[in-house]
């Protein structure tokens, strides 16, 4: 599972760094549209790309779901502003819900519940990421905190705030933060479905993430940069109190809820969304 989880990674990074690092749009967009393709075919002349279809054939992925992680990366390509948070929800599945999705197939996860929450958490720990990187975002000229929420905006104005708009995007990040709660509730009344070792990893990492929001709001507040790191020795101790509230804890053990079937409204339209 460690070599499967490693080579997943490894096709994930690719996809993205295609985007993030593309000097030309275009070649970006035609290499991206060359994986969609290749998948879709079952065969590439790309390394990296001829071992993610080997993978996912072992791991039984459907092809439909690296595709729309490939969507995403490509909506990334031609990104000003978000328009709506129902659309940030649906971004946020294509590019990391979906990773959950796969990591739950190369888990030998088979519950379809266990894909809702897998899906979850993805958009939890995307909707973080977005709240973390306000600012290197709008220097790539992407604006994902929704205009509905924010109003409209140049890149450039979030990168050098003045104060009317700082407090835009602080209310607006505060919304998006409680929205990702919803989610994170979600994905760890599913952990349960995981194996025993990815379940405490996996709840590590989610709780660590979640910090991160917490820690967004606080600097947030007393008008500190929006970029955050978790210093080590907290992170440590973060780690270990979620390990042992969860060793005690019923829920980690046994399913004892029902996906609420609100947080997929936006994506139900989407593969494996259908909760």
Not at 104 to 111: F, G, R, Y
Request: a positive charge.
């Amino acid at each position: 599972m460690a070599l499967q989880a490693t080579r997943l990674y490894r096709f994930c990074r690719y996809v993205d760094d295609l985007a993030d690092e593309a000097s030309d749009k275009k070649l970006a967009k035609n290499a991206l549209n060359c994986i969609i393709y290749d998948l879709q075919q079952g065969a590439s002349n790309d390394k990296v790309v001829t071992d993610a279809i080997a993978l996912f054939k072992e791991c039984d992925i459907a092809i439909e779901i690296p595709i729309e992680l490939i969507n995403g990366v490509l909506a990334d390509l031609v990104l000003v502003q978000i328009k709506t948070e129902a659309k940030l929800i649906e971004y946020c599945y294509k590019v990391a819900g979906t990773v959950g999705l796969m990591m739950c197939k190369v888990l030998n996860v088979q519950s379809s519940t266990a894909l809702f929450h897998s899906i979850d958490l993805g958009i939890a720990m995307q909707l973080t990421n977005i709240c973390r990187d306000v600012r290197a975002d709008a220097v790539m000229a992407r604006i994902y905190l929704p205009e509905t929420a924010l109003g409209t905006m140049a890149p450039n104005e979030l990168v050098s705030l003045d104060e009317v708009n700082r407090k835009k995007v602080l209310h607006t990040v505060k919304l998006l933060l409680i929205k990702a709660d919803l989610y994170y509730a979600s994905a760890f009344a599913g952990l349960c479905y995981l194996p025993f070792r990815s379940r405490m990893s996996i709840l590590i990492a989610a709780k660590l993430y979640q910090r991160i929001g917490a820690e967004i709001e606080c600097k947030q507040f007393k008008g500190e940069s929006i970029k955050v790191y978790i210093p080590v020795k907290l992170k440590l101790l973060i780690s270990i109190q979620a390990c042992v509230k969860a060793l005690f804890n019923h829920n980690f053990w046994v399913y004892r809820t029902k996906h609420n079937a609100q947080l997929h409204q936006p994506i139900a339209k989407l593969p494996f969304c259908n909760g």
